[in-house]
T-cell receptor, first 113, second 114 residues
Framework: DADVTQTPRNRITKTGKRIMLECSQT?????MYWYRQDPGLGLRLIYY???????NKGEISDGYSVSRQAQAKFSLSLESAIPNQTALYFC????????????FGPGTRLTVL | QQQVKQSPQSLIVQKGGISIINCAYE??????FPWYQQFPGKGPALLIA?????SEKKEGRFTISFNKSAKQFSLHIMDSQPGDSATYFC?????????????FGAGTRLFVKA
């Protein structure tokens, strides 16, 4: 079984709709991250969480919100989706500041029409 | 201050050749420099990483060269194979009690011709 799972894997929605992307991990890591990937721009950090009570904005948090329901679960929400939020979204985890290696999920391809 | 510039955007190499991808950063606070490999339909996976107190790190066919004074680092893939065809991302991170920052390069699409 995959260590970092994301649901859904693909989603098509309309402008103005609320969307939630979910991430679960079985690695036992405290740190979780949400990134978006756009062609020619690499990955950009949206939000990160170092533990259940810790939520921090990343580089591009506007238009997004997150919820850390448990150590193993970290959800990303688009309150009112817009077309320029069409992208590939990745969740990632890491163990601690001692080990910076991030483990990525398989991604969610989101299309906003 | 926060950019990581990666080049080239795409690279075609013959099987057995050397693939070289370069990155340059601006913020001297970064203290961890990984390279990630991504295959189509998959998430990125860590390939190799280096900290700024080391000038070179080698793991198998993959080597990172790090030039702290020039704020540049590069990935060398020796004896490139068709299975190495993927997109490669460099990144720069710093993190601790004061916060966390991670910046990725734009990516390089590598194609190794058989």
């Amino acid at each position: 079984d995959a260590d970092v799972t994301q649901t859904p894997r693909n989603r098509i929605t309309k402008t103005g709709k609320r969307i939630m992307l979910e991430c679960s991990q079985t690695k036992g890591h405290d740190r979780m991250y949400w990134y978006r990937q756009d062609p020619g721009l690499g990955l950009r950090l949206i939000y990160y969480s170092f533990d259940v009570k810790d939520i921090n904005k990343g580089e591009i948090s506007d238009g997004y919100s997150v919820s850390r329901q448990a150590q193993a679960k970290f959800s990303l929400s688009l309150e009112s989706a817009i077309p320029n939020q069409t992208a590939l979204y990745f969740c990632a985890t890491s163990l601690s500041e001692i080990s910076n290696e991030q483990f990525f999920g398989p991604g969610t391809r989101l299309t906003v029409l | 201050q926060q950019q990581v510039k990666q080049s080239p955007q795409s690279l075609i190499v013959q099987k057995g050749g050397i693939s070289i991808i370069n990155c340059a950063y601006e913020n001297t606070a970064f203290d961890y420099f990984p390279w990630y490999q991504q295959f189509p339909g998959k998430g990125p996976a860590l390939l190799i990483a280096i900290r700024p107190d080391v000038s070179e790190k080698k793991e198998g066919r993959f080597t990172i060269s790090f030039n702290k004074s020039a704020k540049q680092f590069s990935l060398h893939i020796m004896d490139s194979q068709p299975g190495d065809s993927a997109t490669y991302f460099c990144a720069a991170l710093w993190g601790g009690t004061g916060g966390f920052k991670t910046i990725f390069g734009a990516g390089t699409r590598l194609f190794v011709k058989a």
